[in-house]
T-cell receptor
Framework: GAGVSQSPRYKVAKRGQDVALRCDPI?????LFWYQQALGQGPEFLTY????????KSGLPSDRFFAERPEGSVSTLKIQRTQQEDSAVYLC?????????????FGPGTRLTVL | SQQGEEDPQALSIQEGENATMNCSYK?????LQWYRQNSGRGLVHLIL?????REKHSGRLRVTLDTSKKSSSLLITASRAADTASYFC????????????FGEGTQLTVNP
C-alpha cells in the first residue's frame, strides 16, 4: 500500500483480555517502531525493529507487552491481560533505514479502550 | 525523563497570522524533527533539522535550533484554517539509537 496501515482501528477489550494489534509498514522499510499515545500527550516509544530483529524494547511498560516482526515486514503488538491503564492509541511507524535521522511514517493508530 | 517540553500548550490565532511554537529538550541531540497530527490521525513528518544546523525552511515553515539553549521553534507563516492540528517536536540523541522522544505538543487552532 501507499502508507502504513494498522488494524483494527478501534478495539474495545474487557479487563483481563488479550489483544493483538497489527501493523503493515511501507513496503521496503527496514525499521519499524511502536509508540503509545495517551490522550492529550505526545507519543511514547515502546519498541523498535530493524528487519526481524527487535533491537530496542526498553519502552515496553511491562512483561504483558510483547511485539514481533517474524518476517521483517508485518508486525504485531500483543498485550496480555489488559488493564485499564493500557487504554491509549497505539501508533506504528516505519522508516527506510535504521538511522533515526530519517523521517518516520506513521499509521493512523489503533485506539484501545479497556473497560 | 528525556521528554521535551513544548509551549504554548495551546495557541489560537486568526487565519493569515503567523504561529510560533517552541520546544525544549534535555540532552544533546543528533536531530530534531517536527510532526503534525490532525485529530484522530497518525503523525505527519514536517521537517528535520540536524544538530549542526541553525535554521531550515520548507514552504511556509521555518524551524530554528539553538543547541546551546536546547531549544527549537517552529514558525508557520500566513496560517490557514487547514493548519489546525497538534504539533510535536521529536528528538533522537546519541545514546538513544533510532527511538524518537516526543514533546507533549502544541494544539494550534486557526480561526477562519
Amino acid at each position: 500500500g501507499a502508507g502504513v496501515s494498522q488494524s483494527p482501528r478501534y478495539k474495545v477489550a474487557k479487563r483481563g483480555q488479550d489483544v493483538a494489534l497489527r501493523c503493515d509498514p511501507i513496503s521496503g522499510h527496514v525499521s519499524l517502531f511502536w509508540y503509545q499515545q495517551a490522550l492529550g500527550q505526545g507519543p511514547e516509544f515502546l519498541t523498535y525493529f530493524q528487519n526481524e530483529a527487535q533491537l530496542d524494547k526498553s519502552g515496553l511498560p511491562s512483561d504483558r507487552f510483547f511485539a514481533e516482526r517474524p518476517e521483517g515486514s508485518v508486525s504485531t503488538l500483543k498485550i496480555q491481560r489488559t488493564q485499564q491503564e493500557d487504554s491509549a492509541v497505539y501508533l506504528c511507524a516505519s522508516s527506510l533505514q535504521g538511522l533515526a535521522a530519517r523521517e518516520q511514517f506513521f499509521g493512523p493508530g489503533t485506539r484501545l479502550t479497556v473497560l | 525523563s528525556q521528554q521535551g517540553e513544548e509551549d504554548p500548550q495551546a495557541l489560537s490565532i486568526q487565519e493569515g497570522e503567523n504561529a510560533t511554537m517552541n520546544c525544549s529538550y534535555k540532552t544533546s541531540i543528533n536531530n530534531l524533527q517536527w510532526y503534525r497530527q490532525n485529530s484522530g490521525r497518525g503523525l505527519v513528518h514536517l521537517i528535520l533539522i540536524r544538530s549542526n544546523e541553525r535554521e531550515k525552511h520548507s514552504g511556509r515553515l521555518r524551524v530554528t535550533l539553538d543547541t546551546s539553549k536546547k531549544s527549537s521553534s517552529l514558525l508557520i507563516t500566513a496560517s490557514r484554517a487547514a493548519d489546525t492540528a497538534s504539533y510535536f517536536c521529536a528528538t533522537d540523541w546519541r545514546t538513544s539509537g533510532s527511538r524518537l522522544t516526543f514533546g507533549e505538543g502544541t494544539q494550534l487552532t486557526v480561526n477562519p
